[in-house]
Structure formats: C-alpha cells, structure tokens
C-alpha cells in the first residue's frame, strides 16, 4: 500500500515563505504525476501545482509567480516552494501522486499564514 507523506506546514506571517515535502512510502512506484491540492476551511479541494515525471508543470493562477512545485524521482519526492504567502493562502495542503492509472493522496498538511 503507497502512502504519502507530508511535511513543512506550520504558521507563517504575511510575506513569509514555507516549503513543504511530500515523499511515497515505496521507492519502486514511479508517479507519473505528482502534486499539490489545498483546501480551506468550508470550501473545496482545489488545485495548487502539479508535475509530471518529465518536469512538466502547471500552477494554478493564485499561486504563479509565488510558488514552484518541483520533484526527485530518485527520492520519489515532490516539493512546494511557498513564497510571498498571503492569508488567503491558509488551507489544508494535501499530496497527490498517480501512479498507474491509481490516485494516491497524503493525510494533508496546515498551512495557516497570520499575523
């Protein structure tokens, strides 16, 4: 059974910049894609960033400019680099990764941006 686990949320001031880490529990699945969703509270799960095992990515328009996904295939590892965050950045992040026609999804991650 994959799991994926997340790590690097936490609270952050306006402005400020996290990282988050989201790595497969099984070396030997390669995702074919491997991303980034964030829900807020009493909304829906919406797309932040994906990457394809090639490096091919896509970002939603809130976050361009501000956050880069990136991923190690040999780590089976996927990452979010969180800059200029603003309050309305503050949701639940969740990993997601595909591998072989399979969703996979990571617990979630808090990010809550405050001053």
């Known amino acids: 059974q994959v799991q994926l686990v997340e790590s690097g949320g936490g609270l952050v001031q306006p402005g400020g910049s996290l990282r988050l880490s989201c790595a497969g529990s099984e070396s030997r699945y390669l995702f074919s894609f491997m991303g980034w969703y964030r829900q807020a509270p009493g909304k829906q799960r919406d797309l932040v960033a994906t990457?394809?095992?090639?490096?091919?990515?896509n970002y939603a328009d809130s976050v361009k400019g501000r956050f880069t996904i990136s991923r190690d295939n040999a780590k089976n590892t996927v990452y979010l680099q969180m800059n200029s965050l603003k309050p309305e950045d503050t949701a639940v992040y969740y990993c997601h990764a595909v591998s072989a026609g399979m969703d996979y999804w990571g617990k979630g991650t808090l990010v809550t941006v405050s001053s």
């Open positions: 990457i394809s095992s090639s490096g091919n990515t």
